[in-house]
T-cell receptor, first 113, second 111 residues
């Protein structure tokens, strides 16, 4: 049982390049989330989805876009990468929001040069 | 914006000792959760305590919640080297569903 899988695990980009991070979950969860983790700041919510075909902005959405075309997948896109987007990105899912724990992937470590 | 703030930021203890981490928050909550993160890995859920609960246990973990003081504590008894990790509290506000994470406590257990 894989749980939440993130690809790639590591990536180095140059400023201005674009890329897509993929998150896949096999638990049939409705809710999915993208966070970024920076030193000393905990996790900050970028975007989230409450079901297939829906997305919404979180706390720090600028510079990112997301899509949830299939229930099991949640994609995070960076259209024009900036050094400030260097971070570790985590995807999570939950069966419902709030009253159930979130299940996390192992993260994507992204460096923007 | 961070809701939960953990204290201390870092904690170093000997194997076999108890470890206590505290979390304070600012607004009314639906529930509070504790997560563990090992180095280089994602967060793993430990315990969820609802606003109408005062204490919960899971193995060597004990969580308390004091809504009047807007605080929670996580106690790990008889710690082991494998408990070395970062521990995060996370809150879900009343009427909401988003989970807001604190900055975490880094625990180091020396063998």
């Amino acid at each position: 049982n894989a749980g939440v899988t993130q690809t790639p695990k590591f990536r180095v980009l140059k400023t201005g390049q674009s890329m897509t991070l993929l998150c896949a979950q096999d638990m049939n969860h409705e809710y999915m989330y993208w966070y970024r983790q920076d030193p000393g700041m905990g996790l900050r919510l970028i975007h989230y989805s409450v079901g297939e075909g829906t997305t919404a902005k979180g706390e720090v959405p600028d510079g990112y876009n997301v899509s949830r075309l299939k229930k099991q997948n949640f994609l995070l896109g960076l259209e024009s990468a900036a050094p400030s987007q260097t971070s570790v990105y985590f995807c999570a899912s939950s069966s419902i929001g709030g009253n159930q724990p979130q299940h996390f992937g192992d993260g994507t470590r992204l460096s923007i040069l | 914006s961070q809701q939960g703030e953990e204290d201390p930021q870092a904690l170093s203890i000997q194997e076999g000792e108890n470890a206590t981490m505290n979390c304070s928050y600012k607004t009314s909550i639906n529930n509070l959760q504790w997560y563990r993160q090992n180095s280089g890995r994602g967060l793993v859920h430990l315990i969820l305590i609802r606003s109408n609960e005062r204490e919960k246990h899971s193995g060597r973990l004990r969580v308390t919640l004091d809504t009047s003081k807007k605080s929670s504590s996580l106690l790990i008894t008889a710690s082991r080297a494998a408990d070395t990790a970062s521990y995060f509290c996370a809150t879900v506000n009343t009427g909401g569903f988003k989970t807001i994470f604190g900055a975490g406590t880094r625990l180091f257990v020396k063998a």
